[in-house]
């Protein structure tokens, strides 16, 4: 007996309802592969001097999303996964950053080592993907490169080696790359010629957004508004709006340059800035004026300040100066900090020092020499929240 056909026994309503179920889900399919590419092509100009590589889809994973924690990435041989459980501890409930806590040793290996792109480094961002590691690395030439630390991926060109993959979007020096979780297919970088760019995964394509005549040292943009960015130029912190293609509004902060800019991920409307005039501010951004906006708080220095960062709980601060400390503070009580000594003055051939927290794993990410780094590891051990489980270097 023949078996009934396919949608046999349904109504109108239903046939046309299966269809557009199937129609959505090979749509929604196709962006999924888009969006896990994580790389773009290049629109040449004519004065543009080099034409960008091609790229080509990565394997995609079939495991469930979860926060990535692999026995690589966290420096543990193979079979020792039982006795490092506790380490992915909750981020809830972080101990103070006067009490220690011990770590495991942390090892750099030279299978853990790539050179993503040409030249000194000078920003670095861990891209906030739940299901791999994703670095995204931008020079001093203007390349940006990807490196999908998790696979190894090569095609028939060469491309990809390694999993890694370069473009050069940027005329200058690259100060800032930024990545919001609520929009994956989207990527913002900032060049010191006064760029901004945008990287459109799903379209394949950088397209500047903004032109001044300030470069950009850094980016950011809250937790609760993707399409907006954050930026500094000179003194000043502008605000982008990509729903309106323009900067609509402009607060004058500091004195003088500012260095960094960074929102409380517990609290997406205050905000810390680092600056040249030797402080560090903490804003409500509910509060602002365009002059005379009053800071909720102010940590002043002896020197500059290079960088002001909170930990991904939102209950830490860790700033770095030019006075040779890296401090980090109890946003709920300043007077409990922990001030560590360091080389920060990293010279003319070397890329500023920053502390920065990996906003997925509590990771160090820094940008100074191997040996700073290495030397930094063992003061911060347990300094971190959880426990650091890598770091991440920039280096030439």
């Known amino acids: 007996m023949a078996s009934p056909p396919p949608g046999a026994g ?5 046939r046309r309802r299966e269809e557009n179920i199937r129609r959505n889900e090979t749509i929604l399919a196709a962006l999924r592969r888009k969006a896990a590419e994580l790389s773009a092509s290049f629109i040449p100009t004519a004065s543009s001097p080099k034409r960008p590589k091609k790229q080509h889809p990565l394997a995609r994973t079939t495991s469930p999303v979860v926060l990535r924690r692999s026995l690589r990435t966290r420096g543990i041989p193979a079979g020792e996964s039982s006795a490092c459980d506790g380490a992915n501890t909750s981020l809830n409930t972080p101990p103070s950053p ?22 000194r480094i000078l ?35 060469g491309d990809g080696v390694d999993g890694v993959f370069e473009y050069f979007p940027h005329r200058g020096s690259v100060g800032g790359i930024v990545m919001h ?29 903004y032109l001044c005549d300030y470069p950009i040292f850094s980016l950011c943009q809250a ?26 509004t402009t607060w004058s902060l500091h004195d003088h340059r500012i260095n960094s800019i960074d929102f409380r ?33 102010v940590l002043e220095y002896n020197k500059s300040i290079q960088s002001a960062y909170f930990s991904p709980s939102g209950n830490m601060l860790a ?32 890329s500023t020092f920053k502390y920065e927290f990996h906003a997925l794993s509590h990771s160090l990410v820094s940008n100074p020499s191997l040996f700073s780094v290495m030397k930094l590891k063992s003061m911060l051990a347990g300094q971190s929240g959880a426990g650091m489980t890598a770091i991440y270097l920039l280096g030439a």
């Open 319 to 350: 700033t770095t100066s030019l006075d040779d400390t890296v401090r980090i503070f109890d946003i709920d009580n300043f007077d409990d900090s922990c001030t560590l000594k360091h080389d920060n003055r990293t010279g003319r051939w070397l």
């Open 181 to 209: 979780p609520a929009m994956l297919h989207k990527i913002y970088s900032s060049s010191y010629h006064g760029e901004i760019c945008l990287m459109d995964v799903e379209k394949e394509n950088f397209n500047t957004v």
């Open 265 to 297: 991920p517990e609290n997406p409307y205050i905000f810390a800035t680092s600056s040249t005039d030797r402080t560090v501010c903490i804003w409500d951004i509910r509060r602002m004026k365009k002059k005379g906006s009053e800071s909720l708080k």
């Open 123 to 157: 920003s670095l961002r861990i891209l906030p993907l739940s299901d791999r590691t994703v670095v995204v690395a931008g020079n001093v030439h203007g390349h940006i490169g990807f490196w999908d630390v998790d696979r190894l991926v090569e095609d028939e060109d």
């Open 98 to 119: 006067t009490k220690p806590r011990s770590t495991r040793e942390l090892v750099l290996r030279p299978v853990d080592v790539r050179k993503v792109v040409p030249g």
């Open 223 to 248: 937790p609760n508004s993707p399409s907006s960015l954050y930026f500094a130029e000179g003194n000043e912190l502008k605000l982008f709006d990509e729903r309106m293609g323009k900067v609509p």
């Open 10 to 14: 349904l109504t109108e309503y239903e």
